[in-house]
């Protein structure tokens, strides 16, 4: 199994380098998550998909290549969810990721908190300003940002 990890991440770097791939943009998820107690299947294009074969599809190639990855809220669904778009680079390039989102969610301005979410919680800035926390995820670790 570890061979097979080497070699699916001598594989990445290759085509990286060979195409001068900085890093690839795709969404978090290929479907919105299902209501709570309905999470047996998804529908994808028409067809009915195992919950799990669809939420860990396009999740696992960082993980498992060895790559950095990070996700951005990008907007909302029709129905108020936020739509994840992720970001996967080479191991060693979390400072670039990192910089690509912050300038993207700045690009891309905040979202409308889910409904779900309170709405009187305030933060603030170090000149007493209020402001709205925007969150620049990379595995395993949450930056907040103010920017």
């Known amino acids: 199994m570890l061979v097979k990890r080497e070699q699916l991440k001598n594989a990445i770097s290759h085509h990286f380098e060979e195409q001068g791939i900085v890093a690839l943009a795709f969404p978090a998820i290929t479907a919105l998550p299902p209501k709570t107690g309905e999470e047996a299947e998804v529908e994808i294009g028409g067809k009915r998909v195992s919950f799990f074969v669809a939420f860990g599809r396009n999740t696992a190639l960082s993980p498992v290549a060895g790559m950095a990855g990070l996700v951005l809220p990008a907007g909302l669904s029709a129905g108020g969810l936020p739509i994840g778009l992720e970001f996967d680079a080479l191991a ?56």
């Open 92 to 147: 060693g390039n979390d400072r670039n990721l990192v910089g690509l989102g912050l300038s993207l969610e700045e690009a891309l301005g905040s979202i409308p908190l889910p409904a779900s979410e309170p709405r009187d919680r305030v933060l603030r800035s170090a000149a007493g300003e209020a402001v709205r926390p925007r969150r620049v995820m990379v595995v395993g670790q949450v930056f907040r940002s103010t920017i």
